[in-house]
């Protein structure tokens, strides 16, 4: 029973000292502007005005109410004229209203109304019983949520916590699970006498609180706690190991598309990226440096990294494709993300189109490109999945006169994820993944049963079933447990000399930069000054 019709039910207990004659109770829902208020006031750090904005926010302006249609007029317009909104943004609606909690609902009643069980898979790859640096010398990994286990994530983070050889753990922090065994980890590695350096957004909206909270529990227990640029989010989902390895250091790299966050890898489709490829880790360490002191930029061969070079490489991309359809050659792109939205990449979508490259677009949300407009987006296909999962990965592919490159990342072609954003795009190298990746992504192209055809007139009817019906979740499922068939990769540590008593030579260059315990960054509002 909803708590609405509890309060509905005992409306006359709730009212007995009070003398009437009828009561009755009405649902609303008031959506207040949840932006946050942050002072120039020098004096204040970062934490204290996001904390005071916070507070504000309860009482942030009305900007959309919604009600129960049966609500007496003279009610709706009392509470209208309370609130002082315009009748432009109150929306009439059903008797309930809040439905928020209802993802956390539990399973009863009739099997049969409930998603068969798919329980995460574990990659023989990454066996539990051989260390998991041993593996990540040998070969890249890609891990695939919700459908492998996010477990192999906290376990190399919890075995760098614990092994004498690791130094450090650099991290950036966005959305964390509200009890984060991640966090905890990071804790724990502090007590092990690591170095933790946590890039810790505070300003992930709704989850403000909860990351000043972590962040302070970080820096009590003595991480590096960098809260980064006032303007600046980090939306990057990485973390970088360094260990002691033969009288040198090596790198361990995370890069993915979805936050560490071991609650919503149950229900969200990303990606991640598990390397030692120095191509790689060397670009993270410059840019760990960047987040540190901020007023070094650097350059990057690899990474696409925005806000500085990752729309101008992706824009290159295009260019290829188009110069080469041009000259007659194959020229296509396969491009998925959340949103697009950025007017520049549209419109280079649409050169793209006239050109003659075919275009595959899997757009879960906004969708600002039009298809089906004669002689500009007659090449292009959107498609959109909404399923059991919440489709969340980034992965492009370009076919690059034959060569593809492939790329996953945190952005979606939004400006304000190119513009306004730390993000991250890497480089897939490895073949064995880029098939994999490709795979995965012809599974969605084929979906016929939770696809939706993105058109102009935003009727967006489902794709045609056909004789095959294909559910992509259902056979990307299917499709990485046959891929986990393979034996459990044979390893011998070569990295095994223990040098927990032998002097290291000094690595400055190479290493993570240290910096302050209280780092106040300022970024120039002049793009010249950032180039």
Known sequence: ILLDDVIRFSLKDIFSIIK??????YTIKITRDAELDIDNDVSKSLVEKISISLKKREQGRPVKLAYDREMPEEMLHYIVKQLKMKNQNVVPGGRYHNFKDFINFPGMGDPRLQYPDNPPLNLNELDENISKFKILRKKDILLSYPYQSYLHVIDLLREASIDPKVESINITLYRVAKNSNIVRILLNALKNGKEVTAVVELKARFDEEANIYWANQLQEEGAHVIYVVSDLKVHAKLFLIKRRENLKH?????????NFNESTAKIYSDHSLLTTDPRITNELI???????????????????????????????MICTEITNAKAGKEAYMILKMNSLVDKVMIEKLYEASKAGVKIKLIIRGICSLVTGIAGVSDNIEVISIVDRYLEHA???????????????SSADWMTRNLSFRSEVAVPIYDKGIQKQLRDIINLQLKDNTKARLINRRQTNPYKPAGK???????AIYNYLSSLNTEPPIVVEDKGGDDLSKKALPPTKAEGIIKKPRIVRLLQPKDESQQS
Do not use: W
């Not at 009437?20 to 109770?25: C, I, L, P, V």
């Not at 370009?398 to 060569?403: K, P, T, Y």
């Not at 095959?468 to 259902?474: H, L, P, T, V």
């Open 20 to 25: 009437f004659d009828h009561a009755e109770a």
């Open 250 to 258: 090596l790198y361990y790299a995370h890069i993915g598309t979805g």
């Open 286 to 316: 410059k840019l760990f440096n960047f987040y540190a002191t901020n007023y070094k930029v650097n350059s990057y061969k690899h990474l696409l990294v925005a806000p500085f070079f990752m729309r101008k490489n992706f824009v290159k």
């Open 394 to 408: 980034r992965v492009f592919i370009f076919c690059n006169g034959g060569e593809e490159r492939y790329y996953i």
């Open 468 to 474: 095959n019906k294909i559910r992509a979740q259902e």
